[in-house]
């Protein structure tokens, strides 16, 4: 049955969404710590209740199972728990006193973070809760004081409408200002968002082309926004000698995992492996290599699939390990495809081969000489992630490889496998161009930094500061204090 068709949102409808979130702006900068953080948590209790209405639309849409889905709606709502944690504890605040000194002579001056203001949102369709359209971006926009407008994204026609109203409902329920959250429908309307005066910045995960297109529209505004976008990545895996010979079959059987792990449909799924050669690993791929066909999440990707793993295979440069023929009857469906080829023969083809394949795909590259691995990733844009196979003792070649890899790509992996984002303090997921079109990470608290701007007060008595910049510290936040971290109190000098 085909999807039904969402109606774009009409100019007057997407003229009150603007207006409401421009208005909403300020009464939810001035919100207080505490109340914001309710907000989220409203959020996240509503995910949990309407569960079994959401999970269903989303699986229609993207056909990516219902276990699959429950836990990214547990995830969804998880993420946004630990921002509600963060907004409350303060840190993210940066705040920072300087007291005056006649001596220096210095005067008072206090610093920290606010919001921008309205963020508008452009979620992808492989996470439908996770990065859609209450996901990580506007979780992380939220917590950080800012009203979001989503675009919704046309492969979820379904389950937009609901999930929308969710968090709608649970906003307004836990008193949030109107306008806090909305979503618009339609491409155009999604260009109109990049473009208008009353949004303050961009969150977008999706394709290179997409994001670079509309990335271009917000440097080109007569007053430029950040653009914060996620949008390709090969996510390149390396296994030295030493880790091929101790355990060469268990590192193809997590390969072959994590590279078809949701049909390959991961933005940190393993697109290219560096083998040694000699070893057997390109055999063992070849004979372990799963044929069975998958679906995609919908014909639209799984065209392109078909056609760019077609003309990767067909690259002379390039042998099959596994090049199954696709199915006719139902183009959303297919089937993994593995090539190789040497690095030697990569470094011939950098811009041909290094290519982002958006599903089951993935090249194998052997390579003869140690020195070969760091070459091919001076050949490649930014990554998301970057994975060393090596040993812990008797790996000469692991160190120096870690220390390139931390050049290109925004998270280092040892012995693991990229898919699978632990949402955290510490998480960084991002990387240089065009992993991101930043430095900031969209998953884990410090993606809050992305929607927030410093702002200076000099000599600005006590009670008209913000409070977290007053003397008293009732927010009990930490915050530093002529050069030292404290949560305690400011007092008089002396």
């Known amino acids: 049955m085909p999807a039904p068709a969402s109606a774009?949102?009409?100019?007057a409808e997407y003229e009150k969404v603007l207006a409401t979130a421009q208005a909403a702006a300020p009464v939810l900068a001035?919100?207080?710590?505490?109340?914001?953080a309710g907000l989220l948590r409203a959020v996240a209790g509503a995910l949990r209740t309407h569960e079994d209405e959401l999970v269903p639309r989303a699986d229609t849409d993207s056909s990516l199972g219902v276990p699959r889905l429950a836990g990214e709606v547990e995830r969804t709502a998880g993420q946004l728990e630990m921002f509600a944690d963060a907004v409350e504890e303060g840190s993210w605040l940066e705040a920072i006193i300087?007291?005056?000194?006649?001596?220096?002579?210095?005067?008072?001056?206090?610093?920290m973070l606010i919001p921008l203001g309205p963020v508008a949102v452009f979620g992808a369709s492989n996470f439908p809760f996770a990065f859609g359209l209450a996901g990580g971006d506007t979780a992380s926009a939220l917590a950080a004081g800012c009203p979001v407008v989503a675009k919704a994204h046309p492969a979820q026609p379904r389950l937009s409408g609901a999930y929308a109203r969710v968090v709608i409902d649970a906003l307004r329920a836990a008193g949030a200002p109107e306008g806090t959250f909305a979503v618009v429908h339609g491409m155009e309307n999604g260009r109109k968002l990049v473009t208008d005066a009353r949004i303050a910045a961009v969150a977008f995960t999706g394709s290179t082309a997409g994001g670079r297109a509309l990335a271009d529209l917000a440097a080109a505004r007569p007053s430029p926004i950040p653009f914060y976008g996620e949008l390709g990545s090969l996510n390149p895996v390396f296994v030295t000698r030493e880790a091929a010979r101790v355990r060469g079959k268990e590192i193809v059987g997590g390969f072959l995992a994590s590279m078809s792990l949701g049909g390959?449909?991961?933005?940190?799924?393993?697109?290219?492996?560096?083998?040694?050669?000699?070893?057997?690993?390109?055999?063992?791929?070849?004979?372990?290599?799963?044929?069975?066909?998958?679906?995609?999440?919908?014909?639209?990707?799984?065209t392109a699939f078909r056609a760019?793993?077609?003309?990767?295979?067909?690259?002379?440069?390039?042998?099959?390990?596994?090049?199954?023929?696709?199915?006719?009857?139902?183009?959303?469906?297919?089937?993994?495809?593995?090539?190789?080829t040497t690095a030697t023969e990569l470094a011939r083809h950098p811009g041909q081969l290094?290519?982002?394949?958006?599903?089951?795909?993935?090249?194998?590259?052997?390579?003869?000489?140690?020195?070969?691995?760091?070459?091919?990733?001076?050949?490649?844009?930014?990554?998301?992630?970057?994975?060393?196979?090596?040993?812990?003792?008797?790996?000469?070649a692991a160190p120096a490889l870690l220390r390139t890899l931390t050049g290109t790509a925004g998270r280092v992996i040892w012995n693991g496998w990229p898919t699978g984002v632990t949402v955290g303090w510490a998480q960084h997921h991002g990387g240089p161009y065009p992993a991101t079109t930043s430095v900031h990470t969209s998953v884990g608290v410090t993606a809050m930094r992305r929607f927030l701007r410093p702002v200076a007060y000099q000599s600005v008595p006590d009670a008209f500061l913000p409070p977290a910049l007053r003397d008293a510290n009732d927010l009990r936040i930490p915050r530093r204090v002529d050069g030292a971290l404290t949560a305690a109190p400011v007092t008089a000098p002396g």
């Open 308 to 340: 760019e793993a077609a003309r990767l295979a067909a690259h002379p440069a390039v042998q099959p390990l596994s090049v199954p023929e696709q199915d006719a009857a139902d183009e959303a469906v297919v089937r993994p495809v593995l090539v190789s």
């Open 8 to 11: 774009d949102t009409t100019c």
């Open 264 to 302: 390959g449909q991961f933005c940190t799924k393993p697109g290219v492996l560096f083998v040694p050669a000699g070893y057997g690993l390109e055999d063992l791929i070849a004979a372990e290599a799963a044929t069975a066909p998958m679906r995609l999440l919908h014909k639209g990707i799984g």
């Open 98 to 111: 300087d007291r005056a000194d006649a001596s220096a002579p210095r005067p008072d001056l206090r610093r």
């Open 354 to 396: 290094l290519v982002e394949c958006f599903g089951p795909f993935a090249l194998v590259v052997a390579y003869t000489d140690d020195a070969e691995p760091a070459a091919a990733a001076d050949l490649m844009d930014g990554n998301l992630t970057a994975t060393v196979h090596g040993e812990p003792s008797g790996d000469a």
């Open 30 to 36: 001035a919100m207080p710590l505490t109340e914001r």
